[in-house]
């Protein structure tokens, strides 16, 4: 078996995958901090490390994909993805010629992984679709069942939240994003984790709703769109998603799937 290396290069994190060649399939996977700068040689010595820690049967690393919101990591990483991969190395991009189409006012704005989540949905799903992106930044992306990325919406993600909580506080301390087991917290700690977690989960199911009301992609006009998807991914989504009314599924993986679909595309080409 033979498989492709992709990265989802995101500004908090950045998460590797081997998939299988049609991109459907993860094998593995590896979230680390793209906070944290590193020369060509780091790379390559951290990749090296976990591909050697990667599945049995594998098989050889037959391409490369990135999608990535950091241009100066995006760089370095095709020089370290080329010296792993046996062929080429692809980075996603507004003008990469995928099928699918980016309905919005600047096309070349949209982020790598906003694009990728159109090509999975289209690929996977088939039908109109919210995809909820839970990472840095916590993303609603409109896609239609055609594969026609329409807009959607940008809101700051959990971690900022946390974040801003304990660094503009003198007395709040940072804690860790877990369910609490009361809404009404009764210490400090738990009393954050109930105003962020139950914040998201509210802000996730509002906005949805939002989405429904005035997105209507086929429809006349004022009919509320309960057919529509809602799909749940990121590195939150196990956490938060499955305490909401409005998400249907949950897929940690969409984006590396995306990249990982892209790749078989373009190497078809």
Known sequence: MHCQLVADVGNTETVFGLLDLAGEEVLESWRVSTRVPRTSAE?????????????????????????????????TLRE????????????????????????????????????????????????????????TATTFDCITADGVFCGGV?????????????????????????PPDAVVGRRTETC???????????????????????????????RHRNDILVVATGGFAPVIASHTKSVDRIEPFLTLQGLGIAGAYLASR
């Open 80 to 135: 370290v993805m080329a010296s792993v991969a046996e062929g080429p190395v692809f980075e996603v991009t507004a003008d990469s010629g995928l099928p699918i189409r980016l309905d919005v006012e600047e096309p070349r704005t949209v982020g790598a992984d906003r694009i990728v989540n159109t090509l999975a949905a289209k690929t996977r799903f088939g039908r109109d679709t919210i995809a909820v992106d839970l990472g």
């Open 154 to 178: 940008i809101a700051p993600g959990l971690s900022a939240g946390l974040d801003w909580l304990a660094r503009s506080t003198a007395k709040l301390p940072t804690v860790e994003l877990v």
């Open 192 to 222: 954050i984790q109930s105003g962020v977690f139950y914040s998201a989960i509210d802000a996730v199911d509002g906005m949805v709703a939002r989405i429904r009301d005035s997105w209507r992609p086929g429809a006349g006009k004022g």
């Open 43 to 75: 790379y390559r010595v951290l990749l090296t490390a976990l591909l050697a820690d990667g599945p049995e049967g594998a098989g050889s690393i037959r391409r490369g994909v990135i999608g990535s919101v950091v241009p100066t990591v995006t760089r």
